[in-house]
Every structure is written in C-alpha cells, then in structure tokens.
Nanobody, 117 residues
Framework: QVQLVESGGGLVQPGGSLRLSCAAS????????MGWYRQPPGKQRELVAS???????NYADSMEDRFTISRDNAKNTLFLQMNNLKPEDTAVYYC???????????WGQGTQVTVSS
C-alpha cells in the first residue's frame, strides 16, 4: 500500500521561504516519476515541478528561479524548497508519484501554503 504524506506548509509573509516534504511509504519511490502540484483557491491543479523518469527536473514557467525540487532516495522523501514566496503562491500543494512499471499514480493529502502579510 503506497502512502504519501506531505508536511511543511503554513503561513508565511511575502518574501519568505518554506520547505515542503513528501514522505513515501510502500513500494514506489525508487521506480517512479514524481513531482509537486498546487491548487490555488478557485483554480485548477497545476504542475509546479517534477522529476522525469530519467531523473532530470522540470519546472513550470516562472517557478524555476524561486522553487527547487529535490529528493532523498535513502529516506524516500521528496522536497520542494520555495523561496521569495508571493501571495499568488497561496495554494494547497500536493505531491504526486506514478510508478513507471504499471503507471499507478498516487497523490498525497495536500499541505496548505498561505502567503500573506
């Protein structure tokens, strides 16, 4: 049974930083593409950043200069470092993993990020 648990969200002032974590359990981390998505209030879920099957990173436009995706394979954990946060970054952030072998996809429960003064 695969489970993804996000943490690290919260309330931060504009210009601040947060580091999100996504801990994976079950048989998936070493054989998956993975990434972070977000869903702003009243909007659709959108890609923030991801690792491809080849291990390279992919970022949505305008996020690569402020956000960094990384992973710790030994701890089965995916990270998203977010710097210089802006009010428009306010959203629920989700991690997502898809097992390459059978294309089974899994979502975490989401973590709220609110950027406000």
């Amino acid at each position: 049974q695969v489970q993804l648990v996000e943490s690290g969200g919260g309330l931060v002032q504009p210009g601040g930083s947060l580091r999100l974590s996504c801990a994976a359990s079950g048989s998936i981390f070493g054989t998956a593409v993975m990434g972070w998505y977000r869903q702003p209030p009243g909007k659709q879920r959108e890609l923030v950043a991801s690792f491809t099957s080849g291990g390279s990173t992919n970022y949505a436009d305008s996020m690569e200069d402020r956000f960094t995706i990384s992973r710790d394979n030994a701890k089965n954990t995916l990270f998203l470092q977010m710097n210089n946060l802006k009010p428009e970054d306010t959203a629920v952030y989700y991690c997502y993993m898809r097992r390459i072998s059978d294309s089974s996809g899994y979502w975490g429960q989401g973590t709220q990020v609110t950027v406000s003064s």
